[in-house]
């Protein structure tokens, strides 16, 4: 009999509360989702991207990683271990003027996981006129997840709907 990693429950859980957001709230839009087994070092990653349902412009993703050695230590309960996922949060969008909006977006991460680490990037086409940014925001966790955050869940994708709904306002 198959028993689920916590990265496998988490994926559910996650899945399950976003999809509920899509379908039946019908406040955001499910646009990708990825789960991929990386052969050569045996490693996961999930990704379940999204929007507002009415504005497209602005997308979230979640990100959850795992590596050969988490898995491993969980399914050998190695003593001493304390396997989990990694987790990251990533936010996407078009502009066309990056000052003040990037130290806007700045305040608003800062302001919804002032503990977590946020990086910036902003690419453009060189030669490309006129110039417009692709600007992503990304929210890194210093820290493995696992079940025992199964009930922040719920809190922290709405955080993340509520933090789409603040770039949808500076945008």
Known sequence: ??????????????????????????????????????????SREFTLRFCLRNHTAVTAEVVMRSSLQAIAAEILQTPGSHPGCELELRFAWV?????????????????????????????????????????????????????DQMHDIPVLCDCMVHVLNKLREIN
């Open 1 to 42: 009999m198959f028993d689920p990693t916590i990265y496998d429950n988490l994926k559910v859980a996650f899945e399950n509360y976003l999809y509920d957001l899509d379908n039946l709230d019908e406040s955001i839009h499910i646009t990708h989702r990825m789960d991929q087994l990386e052969m050569a070092s045996m």
């Open 95 to 147: 502009t066309k003027e990056l000052e003040p909006r990037c130290h806007n977006v700045q305040s608003i991460m800062q302001e919804n996981w002032p503990d977590q680490r946020i990086v910036q990037h902003i690419h453009y086409l060189f030669g490309e006129a006129p110039v417009s940014f692709n600007v992503s925001a990304n929210i890194y966790f210093g820290r493995h997840v696992n079940e």
